[in-house]
């Protein structure tokens, strides 16, 4: 990583799992770095150390830096890192220290925006905040930076919605709805969020209603554009932004596929909480999910966190060695190593089978293989017997022993919901019928081949996985230690 010697970068999104570990990789891969300025969500400094030094540098993933620097990685990081206090989603990032916005509008040579809100459901002001008009402040930023040579905006393959067959490494042209009956505004769609907004608050709305009332707005708005959840839609409006006005600006997009722990640095099997297809992992280790509707042999499209990192890095390399004005990367493995639903099916008993989860009062989970049903509508009928068997069963324990069924019933029917909701975000991609072009990646692949580098530190290639290896033996036990088994640390401040 000689080419980030003396470099000054600016990482937005730090503290988020990718952001972690892209974090950790500069510190520990290349010291030498000029400045990192990292954004932190804050409105002071002093907040920003704090989260700074809990978020980030208390977690495990620092682990290897720690016990190489020991008692200096506190010089290193005052040396080397700059934490700005804003907020993505604000103008200029709701920068406020003009002495500092001037140094980093003529220091600044590298943007990672690596910022995302990921929740499929989540409110729609603040994943348009964050996903949308956050790409839009991170360009309008990078527009100033009169020494920048690279915009790296970290996207998601799924932008694509639920088009099936190969999708391209190409950009989406804006205003343009995956429906070919609908237009697509972006203005339109921040007048709506603020209009709605404004309209609950009036009414005096609670923050619970107001919150339920903004997460149904963003899949209503998605899915009348054809994009399955507010998660993808809003993504897919950010990149909008950024390959429209990006105007002479040098921009890397990188789109991921479905990201899972470390497979190699720091270390194997490193994860930040529950991700996408852990979800299902975690619901299925628990005893919860017994049944789930999916096609076997769709392609499950992971690609683990490290691997993403490795693109990003070697994308900028691309870039100094053949600038171009936008190049777009798919990360994944559908095409080069795809693994499929029946083969996680099988990872998953094999392990937890063995090694069961345990639960509070210190008992061994039992599983047993999950029950496909090939389409939702199966699924659904499914549900809604086993839900009228286990309400006939309440009702005959109630007779007998005379206690209350409110409790009960509700207990069931969250569960029931769960399931439902869950299965139902999730039913895109359990039907999943495409993959990934990554043309862009292979050609990256050989062109940074004689590069001298340590085939663990910039690993690249998904077809170097074996998947049952990884999952057995990396991320299932990975996603136990670090999920599980996770406790708070007490992280002491650098004087």
């Known amino acids: 990583m000689e080419f980030l010697e003396n470099k000054s970068v600016f990482i937005i999104g730090a503290l988020g799992f990718l952001g972690k570990i892209m974090v950790e990789k500069i510190l520990r ?68 220290d003009s002495n500092l916005l001037e140094e980093m509008k003529n220091q600044v040579e590298i943007i990672v925006n690596l910022a995302a809100t990921t929740k499929f459901y989540e409110r729609y002001d603040v994943a348009f905040g964050t996903n949308t008009l956050g790409a839009k402040h991170v360009l309008g930023f990078a527009k100033q930076c009169s020494n920048l040579q690279v915009l790296v905006h970290v996207s998601t393959a799924y932008v694509s919605g639920e088009k099936k067959g190969l999708i391209l490494e190409t950009p989406y042209e804006m205003g343009k709805s995956l429906y070919q009956t609908t237009s697509l505004n972006i203005e339109t769609e921040r007048i709506v969020v603020e209009e709605t907004l404004n309209e609950l608050r009036n009414n005096g709305g609670t923050e619970e209603r107001t919150t339920l009332a903004m997460k ?65 992992i975690v619901g299925y280790a628990k005893g919860k999910l017994t049944s789930i509707p999916c096609d076997n042999n769709s392609i499950l ?25 936008q190049r777009i990367y798919h990360v994944g ?112 692949r050989i062109a940074t081949q004689d590069i001298d580098r340590d085939a663990n530190t910039l690993f690249l290639d998904p077809r170097d996985i074996n998947w049952e290896d990884y999952f057995v033996n990396i991320h299932i036990p990975g996603l136990v230690k670090h999920v599980q088994n996770k406790f708070q640390k007490q992280i002491v401040l650098p004087q």
């Not at 400045?35 to 980030?56: G, P, S």
């Open 216 to 280: 149904q707005l963003g899949l209503k708005r998605a899915m009348m554009h054809g994009w399955p959840n507010t998660y993808v839609f809003t993504k897919a409006m950010g990149e909008m932004v950024v390959s429209d006005q990006k105007d002479h600006l040098p921009l890397v997009i990188i789109r991921p596929t479905v990201i899972t722990s470390t497979c190699k640095e720091p270390f194997p099997g490193w994860i930040e909480g529950v991700r996408t297809i852990d979800s299902l």
């Open 29 to 96: 891969v290349q010291p030498n770095v000029k400045k990192l300025y990292i954004l932190v969500r804050t409105t002071d400094e002093i907040t920003a150390a704090q989260r700074f030094y809990y978020e980030v540098v208390g977690k495990d993933l620092f682990t290897r830096l720690k016990d190489k620097w020991r008692g200096d990685l506190n010089t290193l990081i005052s040396e080397k890192v700059r934490l700005v206090a804003g907020d993505i989603s604000l103008p200029n990032m709701g920068l406020k």
């Open 333 to 444: 493995s559908s095409l080069r190593n795809s693994m499929r639903y029946i083969d996680l099916k099988n990872f998953l008993f094999q392990y937890f089978i063995e090694k069961p989860w345990i639960d509070e009062d210190g008992n061994a989970i039992k599983v047993k293989k999950i029950i496909v049903f090939n389409n939702m509508a199966s699924f659904r009928r499914h549900m809604s017997i086993r839900y009228l068997i286990f309400l006939k069963v309440l009702e005959f324990a109630n007779k007998a022993s005379c206690h209350s069924l409110e409790d009960l019933y509700a207990d069931l029917k969250r569960k029931f919901d769960w399931m439902v909701r869950l299965t139902e975000l999730y039913r895109p991609y359990l039907f999943f019928d495409a993959r990934f072009d990554d043309t862009n990646l292979e050609k990256l």
């Open 301 to 325: 499209d992971v690609i683990p966190a490290d691997m993403v990192v490795n693109t990003i890095v070697m994308a900028i390399v691309a870039h100094k060695l053949q600038p171009s004005s």
